[in-house]
Nanobody
Framework: QVQLIESGGGLVQAGGSLRLSCAAS?????????VGWFRQAPGKEREFVAA????????LYSDSVKGRLTISKNSAESTVSLVINTLKPEDTAVYYC????????????????????WGQGTKVTVSS
């Protein structure tokens, strides 16, 4: 079992930046684990944002946010961070991190169903 706890959300002005963190605990994170970030805006479906694999640090980004987000990991601390730059009001959402050890390709890891473990989410509100 893996527990994921997100932090770093809050109220930010448009144009600003924010760093979200996902701390993993429980079963040790193994090299075949992929950690993803998703977000869910009010009244909308949960959508993929970015993912990183624990081994090799290969990254995957949604086209809608590519260029403004950076996902990274700290193996020693078992954390995955998501930095969002040039925040826009449409970035307002609850951001969730998720983890999976099931194999797959880039398209697979952009799917909600690919992930077995989820955090409770951290809310990001961007004011205009």
């Amino acid at each position: 079992q893996v527990q994921l706890i997100e932090s770093g959300g809050g109220l930010v002005q448009a144009g600003g930046s924010l760093r979200l963190s996902c701390a993993a605990s429980g079963r040790s994170i193994s090299d075949n684990v992929v950690v993803g970030w998703f977000r869910q805006a009010p009244g909308k479906e949960r959508e993929f944002v970015a993912a990183i694999n624990w081994k090799g640090s290969n990254t995957l980004y949604s086209d809608s946010v590519k260029g403004r987000l950076t996902i990274s990991k700290n193996s020693a601390e078992s954390t995955v961070s998501l930095v969002i730059n040039t925040l826009k009001p449409e970035d307002t959402a609850v951001y969730y991190c998720a983890a999976t050890s099931r194999p797959g390709g880039p398209q697979w890891f952009s799917l909600v169903n690919a992930y077995d473990y989820w955090g409770q989410g951290t809310k990001v509100t961007v004011s205009s």
